[in-house]
């Protein structure tokens, strides 16, 4: 027997990864990874029904999912390759963490300064044993550890903070939202002494320093 729902769910994740072709997005193994990992499956319940829309979804604490489309470049940008070790700042719902576990990433540790977040998101990630999930500051001096090959952050800053590139090992890459001019662009920082190299226009929040707990 034919399964309606199999069906429809495969012709929805084509349609998604179509409208992000459509948008110019060419990256194969990014593409791949978005479509074998369901974006609805992260999302509150209450937005499910929006998942495969290029749009950003609100999550709880204030923080909200980043549009697919953004999503993608930041990724191209980040040129993830098998075994990488990677740091994300921002863990938010999880699907980021997941879609970098897709992509090859030999070890995620993924921090989030909200306590809700970082817990249900670790929940969610249970599957992904190269992932870990922990509640902290990504803007503090301490990080967790460092000799990272790649840096995802999920957010904008003003400058880059000196752990950070600290934080990156020779030939390693920081992705993230940096202010200039009054406005984001999506930045890569291709070398750990290198400066910014400015993209996109994008809409990013400000990071914010500090610990939370549950609102």
């Known amino acids: 027997m034919i399964d309606l729902g199999s ?12 409208a992000l072709r459509g948008r110019g997005l060419r990256d194969t193994a990014i593409l791949r990874a978005m479509e074998q990992v369901p974006r609805e499956q992260f999302a509150p ?4 029904a929006q998942a495969r829309r290029d ?5 709880p604490c204030g923080a909200s999912m980043t549009a ?11 040129r993830v390759e098998p075994g990488h070790r990677i740091l994300e700042i921002g863990t938010g719902s999880g699907y980021v963490t997941a879609l970098l576990a ?4 030999g070890a995620v540790l993924s921090l989030e300064r909200y306590a809700t977040l970082a817990e249900d998101a670790a929940a969610r ?6 992932v870990r999930v922990v509640q902290a500051d990504g803007l503090a001096p301490d990080l967790p550890d460092g000799g990272f090959d790649r840096i995802l952050v999920h957010g904008s800053v003003d400058a880059i903070p000196p752990h950070w ?10 992705v993230l939202g940096i202010i200039l001019d009054g406005g984001c662009r999506i930045a890569a920082v291709a070398e ?5 190299e400015p993209g996109a226009p994008t809409r990013l929040a400000a990071l914010v320093p500090g610990l939370a707990r549950v609102l």
Do not use: C, W, Y
């Not at 319940?45 to 499910?48: E, F």
């Not at 749009?55 to 999550?59: F, V």
């Not at 750990?192 to 910014?196: F, S, Y």
């Open 45 to 48: 319940a209450a937005h499910r």
């Open 165 to 174: 590139r600290a934080a990156l090992e020779p030939g390693g890459r920081l």
């Open 192 to 196: 750990p002494d290198a400066a910014p």
């Open 55 to 59: 749009i950003a979804l609100p999550l």
């Open 7 to 18: 069906l429809e769910e495969a012709a929805g994740n084509a349609a998604f990864v179509m």
């Open 102 to 105: 897709k992509l090859g990433a």
């Open 125 to 130: 990630l249970v599957p992904h044993s190269e």
């Open 68 to 78: 697919p489309s953004t999503v993608a470049q930041m990724l191209a940008l980040l």
